[in-house]
């Protein structure tokens, strides 16, 4: 009984679970936006939920025998289990409103979606079959940031995926990029903020340095908003915010809009 | 900090050494020759003690050694006329990153670097080396004036990281390295990364990136600050010396990893107990690696330079 209904984290109001499943994941009093997970987002965004997975031949491994108060290989494990993924994105062909793209969709479950050799792989790959067939890109970002269990690995990965996107240019095919709460550090400072069209969902954190981090730096609080999506939109860091109702719409939109193909 | 000394410890009876030398090189004795040599002896055998059992941490105590050189000593010491260009364009000058021309060799090149002080008025003007996103930025600027003449890139690595601030998020701090990234990976001339001291993060990467990554014996290069990630995965400061363990920062480690290209050796006791060697073994690797990539056609180095960080990372495939 009690798990039919939830607290909005956000407004405190209790609210039934299906409505909230039923609006996207949107709460229905206050337009908060609850984080999705990868395999939600491509049902949402794709045509009439299609998706084919593709690169999931490649995992994990632990390649420095990283060791906090967990081993790294078992973070690995705990995470594909509670996430059933082999790591923190996945790359599906699909098509939007016809137009036949590649979507990485980041997955916040596993290990904060952070970026290691994994992810900045299939983020290559993605970028390279869209080249090699002249597809659009849409990444949709939500990350913690590069994954330290991997060290300078995962810190090449910024280089990695931006060589990749940066392709994307000169053959002039399209890169949307769509930044999610949270979507921070290595990420935001890599292929996440190198669309040709940068949009955020409503109230999500964006940033490089973390609030915490830069608050014990300069020992002030930080100011309301800071870091927000509207906070970025301002400074003029994205082309807009969109709610996630209104996002397939938008996608198919600025693809048809790069693309050159008016109804 | 505790352990950040250990180091200062290790090194105390090598200090020693260093001042007498010092001390009969302005002097008028006889036999300055002699007495220095032996001294030098003195240093060797010290070292050779101390360096085997170096651990991560004092590697990264060693690389933000307060002594040690600086972009500014070693663009003086390779370079001749070289002329600092100010300025992004857009906002402002930052002066943690310092940008410019120098005659290297024979032809002109880029000199860009993280630039830190060395008395505590100039450590906050140079805000310790950390950039804004305006410093990235004429980074960038410059790089591609390097390219419109056709002059290699020369890049100098030595910060904690890109400044955490607020203004610095406000005019897009992760913008601008990714920005830079995107740019280097497209960069026509050649571009050669020297890690002189710290290689934090993706404050480092910016202009950490291209052709050709050397680092010296003694610096490091990581995902994260050891502090950071103490705080973050052991959620205990105490913690710092495994985290740098764990992190794999050494400069043999990412040779072992394929991230770089060379280690540069550094003097016995450390970059900073003798800079002018240390400035010998940079300038003879810059220049070996230079030539081996003046020889190759832009397309060349621009195929090569994506597959470097193409190949780099670790996974199974089934
Ligand atoms: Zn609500």
Known sequence: ?263 | MKEEKDFYKLEKKIVLFKEEIEKIQSSEEKDKKTKITRLQREIEREWAEISPSLTPLNIVQMARHPQRPYTLDYIDYLSEDFMELHGDRRAADDPAIVAGFGFYRGRTAAFIGHQKGRTTRKRIERNFGQANPEGYRKALRVMKLAEKFHFPVITLIDTPGAYPGIQAEERGQAEAIACNLKEISQLKVPVVNVVIGEGGSGGALAIGVGDAILMLEYSFYSVISPEGCAAILWKDQRAVAKAAENLKIRAQDLMDLGIIDKIIPEPPGGAHIDSQQTFKNVDKELNLTLKRLERKTPEERLEERYRRFREIGVFIEK
């Not at chain 1, 494990?77 to 996945?90: F, G, P």
């Open chain 1, 1 to 263: 009984m009690a798990n039919l209904w939830t607290r909005c984290n956000n407004c405190r109001h209790i609210i039934y679970k299906q409505d909230i499943l039923e609006n996207l994941s949107v709460c229905p009093a206050c337009n908060f936006h609850f984080r999705l997970s990868a395999l939600d987002r491509l049902r949402m965004l794709l045509d009439e939920g299609q998706y084919n997975l593709i690169d999931q031949n490649i995992f994990p491994v632990d390649p420095l025998g990283f060791e906090d108060s967990v081993k790294y290989s078992k973070r690995l494990e705990e995470s594909k289990n509670r996430t059933s993924l082999a790591d923190a994105v996945l790359n599906a062909e699909g098509t939007l409103g016809g137009i036949p793209v590649i979507i990485s969709a980041m997955e916040f479950g596993f290990m904060g979606g952070s970026m290691g050799s994994i992810v900045g792989e299939k983020i290559t790959r993605a970028a390279e079959k869209v080249l090699r067939e002249r597809l659009s890109l849409i990444i949709v970002s939500c990350s913690g940031g590069a994954r330290m269990q991997e060290g300078a690995l995962s810190l090449m990965q910024l280089m990695k995926t931006s060589s990749a996107v940066a392709k994307l240019n000169e053959a002039g095919l399209p890169f949307i990029s769509v930044l999610t709460d949270p979507t921070t550090g290595g990420v935001t400072a890599s292929f996440a903020m190198l669309g040709d069209i940068n949009i955020a969902e409503p109230n999500a954190l964006i940033g490089f340095a973390g609030p915490r981090v830069i608050e014990q730096t300069i020992k002030e609080k930080l100011p309301k908003g800071f870091q927000s999506s509207e906070f970025l939109l301002r400074h003029g860091m994205l082309d807009d915010i969109v709610e996630r109702k209104n996002l397939r719409p938008y996608l198919i939109r600025a693809l048809r809009l790069l693309l050159n193909r008016p109804q």
